[in-house]
Nanobody, 115 residues
Framework: QVQLVESGGGLVQPGGSLRLSCVVSGSIFSIYTMAWYRQAPGKQRELVASITRGSNTNYADSVKGRFTISRDNAKNTLFLQMNSLKPEDTAVYYC?????????WGQGTQVTVSS
C-alpha cells in the first residue's frame, strides 16, 4: 500500500515563502521519479516540478527561479521550496510518484497567497 502525505501548505502574503514536504511509504522511494503538481480553482492540474532518481530536475516556466524541488532518499521525503510567492501560485499542491505502470498521488495541501 503506497501512501503519499503532503504537508507545509498554508496562507502566506505575496513575496513570502513556504516549504512543502511529501512523505512516501509503501514503496522504494529512491528509484522513482517524483513530482509536484498543482490545481487552481477552475483550472486543470499542471506539472510544477519533477525530479528523477538521479536528481535531474525540471520546472514549469511559471516557477523557474522561484521554486526548488529536492529529495531526501534516506527519509523517503520530497520537498518543494517556494520563494517569492505570487497570488497566481494559489492552488492545491499534490505530490506524485511515477512507477511507470501506474502513478500515485497524495491528497494535496492547500497553498493560498494573498494579502
Amino acid at each position: 500500500q503506497v501512501q503519499l502525505v503532503e504537508s507545509g501548505g498554508g496562507l502566506v502574503q505575496p513575496g513570502g515563502s513556504l516549504r512543502l514536504s511529501c512523505v512516501v511509504s509503501g514503496s522504494i522511494f529512491s528509484i522513482y521519479t517524483m513530482a509536484w503538481y498543482r490545481q487552481a480553482p477552475g483550472k486543470q492540474r499542471e506539472l510544477v516540478a519533477s525530479i528523477t532518481r538521479g536528481s535531474n530536475t525540471n520546472y514549469a516556466d511559471s516557477v523557474k527561479g522561484r521554486f526548488t524541488i529536492s529529495r531526501d532518499n534516506a527519509k523517503n521525503t520530497l520537498f518543494l521550496q517556494m520563494n517569492s510567492l505570487k497570488p497566481e501560485d494559489t492552488a492545491v499542491y499534490y505530490c506524485h510518484q511515477d512507477q511507470i505502470f501506474r502513478v500515485y498521488w497524495g491528497q494535496g495541501t492547500q497553498v493560498t497567497v494573498s494579502s
